[in-house]
């Protein structure tokens, strides 16, 4: 989806600052199952991970994580409402075809929703499609013609998104790099991590 | 990885006399009984090791390595079972056993009732997964196996797995849960109702007493091996396989092999009917309609699943439509409902229900994964 080495998950930090000890986690699009390693560790949650890829699958089982082989696109039919304290999905959203759906579904399964995602109306990008292509960067490192990436949305987008769901943003960090982005994050910050609840 | 490089070579069956009664769910009690069964590998000094392998409707306890007599005979899940295979011998204690009821050397209808000193044929009671599991219970305790590392099993084979972690939760930690559903649904009953009619209503039949008459009823066993193999297999899988390809080249317009999947009906029905006992065929098909945990919970899957406390693996085939992946995702929320830790691996496979005894790579990686964190 986006590609962030291990050392520079700074979002599963903000993640973690969130999550009180011994909650219930579900990560959607959970990958090799670092975060919800990285909770387990930090928080001691109880976790699940969603992921549709089998190397992916294989390496969470590896790693000894409760993960789900079930494709995202079906959304969270057989999940209980509230059965979760937090629905997490990390820098996958812009992967998933039905936004507004699974948005909604997270927050029927879970108290909150934390989604993290890269920032489409990152400046560099916005250059980038000035000068006449679509951005390749750190963070969003694929071509337009091979990337998994299905929905391209900027901070405001989502923000709006938001207030047209009923979706109350909790809380909200943004980042440049590791660099948090306070002023413009719409404009500066490549990545953006929001909390959010039912309104 | 080459077979020969792990296989576990040859291996002896051997045979457990049990002398307690076993009271059977159906009311009925077998006064004494054998159980036939095969070891790989080595207990280790505090039993942790060991690991139960349940079989489905034909299967056994010869899961894996070859007879010395028999360069053939090689155990229906060889490919997962040997030194370095995913479930690897030199790491886990593995067993096999053959159920009660069947036909492989563990009492059943075949076997001579003491009470008559006939075979019992249709006198053999009812056995169900719970009793099965009983059983297994008891030759566990006879090995000094207090607690199992892992019980699992395929389809029917899940099923007992599914068993043992609610009714001796406290002696599984690991619960391996494969193309498996938590009961049958109308569908599924309706084919084994189909088969069993076929052996039924076959005039040698006998009403399960053909033993004494020296017949058997292979045509009634070969319908219900047919009709079983049309829902083993998938749609892709017999278009692969067979598609509408032709034996003799041309229609023939007669009631003879014309196509080539039916050749290979007949050849698995005639191949089946000349080993397996149709009153085995019968009872395990109807301890397969029986089985529903939920029963005493009013259908309640959830409530059913609270008494677990193993840790789950589950595992669906995409182009199984005799447990389709949706069973094993009712299983595994109610795992999830109870907090369970569980992992589910719905894989790609074009085999259909069979998918679970293929060496599909990404299968066999996921259970080689999870095996290596099953600590012993």
């Not at chain 1, 001691?44 to 089982?61: F, L, M, S, T």
């Not at chain 2, 576990?8 to 049990?18: C, E, K």
């Not at chain 2, 000193?117 to 599991?133: I, L, N, R």
């Not at chain 2, 007949?266 to 080993?275: E, I, L």
């Amino acid at each position: 989806m986006v590609n962030l080495t291990q050392d520079s998950r700074f979002d599963f930090d903000i993640i973690t600052r969130w999550i009180t000890p011994g909650e219930r986690v579900l990560d959607l699009g959970c990958g090799d199952g670092d975060l919800l390693a990285h909770l387990i560790a930090e928080r001691n949650v109880k976790g699940y991970g969603i992921e549709r890829d089998v190397n992916h699958v294989v390496a969470c089982i590896k790693a000894g994580i409760n993960v789900l082989q079930i494709d995202l696109e079906q959304g969270l039919a057989g999940f209980e409402d509230a059965q979760f304290d937090h629905v997490i999905m990390s820098l996958s959203l812009q992967a998933v075809h039905n936004t507004d759906g699974i948005l909604s579904e997270m927050l029927r399964v879970g108290r909150e929703a934390v989604v993290s995602f890269p920032n489409f109306g990152y400046w560099r990008h916005r250059v980038s499609i000035a000068e006449g292509h679509m951005p390749v960067s750190d963070i969003l490192p694929f071509e337009w013609y091979n990337t998994p990436n299905v929905r391209f949305f900027t901070m405001a987008d989502f923000e709006l998104l938001c207030e047209k769901r009923n979706i109350s943003i909790l809380q909200r960090v943004a980042f440049d790099e590791d660099r948090e982005i306070t002023t413009d994050p719409n404009n500066y910050a490549s990545v953006a991590i929001y909390r959010l609840g039912r309104a | 990885m080459t077979t020969s490089a792990t296989s576990i070579g040859i291996v002896t069956p051997q045979r457990a006399h049990f002398d307690t009664p076993l009271a059977l769910k159906s009311g009925g009690v077998l006064p004494a009984y054998d159980l036939v069964y095969e070891t790989y590998g080595t207990l280790n000094a505090t039993a942790s090791n060991a690991v139960l392998v349940c079989h489905a409707l034909s299967g056994s306890h010869h899961v894996a390595g070859v007879y010395a007599d028999d360069p053939k005979s090689v155990g229906w899940w060889d490919n997962l079972v040997g030194p370095g295979r995913p479930l690897d011998t030199n790491k886990f204690f593995v067993i096999g056993v053959n159920n009660l009821g069947g036909c492989y050397g563990s009492t059943g209808p075949k076997s001579i009732n003491p009470a008559s000193g006939k075979p019992w044929g249709a006198d053999f009671p009812f056995v169900t997964v719970e009793d099965w599991v009983d059983s297994h219970v008891r030759l566990a305790d006879r090995l000094g196996i207090q607690r199992f590392a892992a019980v699992l099993g395929g389809s029917l084979g899940g099923m007992q797995a599914l068993d043992w972690t609610l009714r001796y939760a406290d002696r599984v930690r690991h619960g391996m849960v494969i193309a498996a559903a938590p009961k049958l649904s109308a569908e599924n009953i309706a084919f084994n109702e189909v088969a069993r009619q076929a052996i039924l209503r076959d005039p040698d039949f006998h009403g399960g007493n053909y033993y004494e008459h020296g017949v058997v009823p292979v045509s009634g066993l070969r319908l219900a091996r047919m009709l079983g193999h049309i829902t083993y297999l998938s749609d892709d899988a017999m278009a692969e396989k067979f598609g509408r390809r032709l034996r003799h080249g041309e229609h023939k317009f007669h009631f003879g092999v014309d196509f080539e999947i039916e050749s290979y009906l007949h050849y698995q029905g005639d191949k089946f009917a000349g080993f397996f006992d149709a009153n085995t065929y019968l009872l395990t098909t109807k301890a397969l309609d029986y089985f529903d945990p939920a029963y005493d919970y009013d259908g309640n899957l959830q409530e059913a699943m609270a008494r677990a406390k193993a840790k789950f693996f589950i595992a669906s085939f995409t182009t199984d439509w005799r447990f389709s992946p949706g069973r094993s995702r009712e299983l595994l929320f109610a795992l999830m409902h109870n907090g369970l830790d569980v992992t589910y691996a719905e894989l790609d496979s074009a085999a259909g229900h069979d998918s679970f005894l293929l060496d599909d790579e990404h299968y066999h990686a996921a259970l080689r994964a999870y095996f290596s964190n099953i600590e012993v």
